[in-house]
């Protein structure tokens, strides 16, 4: 249990099948905000948390945005924060 960056720092590498794993189940997350229109922008290993299973979650949803209109999200992509162009949707 924790977060991804602090499980990362105990074993130096996740083997190819436990980074595949947890790739698979953050895509998953970030793809179920996404079709609810929500924008995270602040997604980092301090972020992900893995529970007693091992299953992610996704958590400091403090810079996310919730995007009403296509325009919205261009504007934040835009407009945004200096480090916007580095948004991948």
């Known amino acids: 249990?924790?977060?991804?960056?602090e499980?990362?720092?105990e074993v130096e590498f996740f083997s190819e099948k436990r980074a595949t794993f947890h790739a698979a189940e953050i895509s998953l997350?970030?793809?179920f905000l996404h079709h609810?229109?929500?924008?995270?922008?602040?997604l980092e290993l301090e972020n992900v948390?893995?529970?007693?299973?091992g299953h992610?979650?996704?958590?400091n949803f403090g810079l996310s945005m919730s995007l009403q209109s296509r325009d919205t999200?261009?504007?934040?992509?835009k407009y945004g924060s200096?480090?916007?162009?580095k948004l991948a949707l």
């Open 73 to 77: 999200m261009w504007n934040a992509v």
């Open 82 to 85: 200096r480090d916007s162009n």
């Open 49 to 53: 948390l893995v529970d007693s299973d």
């Open 36 to 42: 609810r229109r929500i924008l995270l922008r602040d």
């Open 56 to 59: 992610c979650k996704i958590a």
């Open 7 to 9: 499980q990362l720092n």
């Open 1 to 5: 249990m924790g977060d991804l960056k």
């Open 29 to 31: 997350a970030v793809q």
